[in-house]
């Protein structure tokens, strides 16, 4: 086996670096975001709705204060027909 022809089989499967003789490109390209009118009250509704509470108070505090009075009683029959309704209008 002859040294010269390992050393050209090793530089053929080397990484070849970067061409010396290549110019880099000067110029830089800036990236530019315009948002519509549109998009601006669409990000405004959104962040109304994000700063809004979740649950209305004034709705829920009857409730859970007869819940934790143990006054608070469901009627089944009501409950059941109410569901029956909801099952009826998805379908």
């Not at 975001?33 to 509470?53: C, E, P, R, Y």
């Amino acid at each position: 086996m002859r040294i010269e022809s390992y050393i050209q089989v090793q530089q053929a499967y080397q990484p070849k670096g970067p061409n010396k003789n290549q110019k880099t490109a000067s110029t830089s390209f800036m990236d530019k975001l315009q948002i519509s009118s549109a998009g601006k009250d669409i990000q405004t509704a959104k962040q109304a709705v994000a700063n809004s509470a979740d649950v209305r108070e004034e709705l829920t505090a009857p409730i859970k204060a007869k819940i934790q009075n143990g006054s608070y009683d469901v009627s089944v029959d009501d409950f059941a027909s109410k569901l029956m309704e909801k099952f009826n209008e998805l379908r």
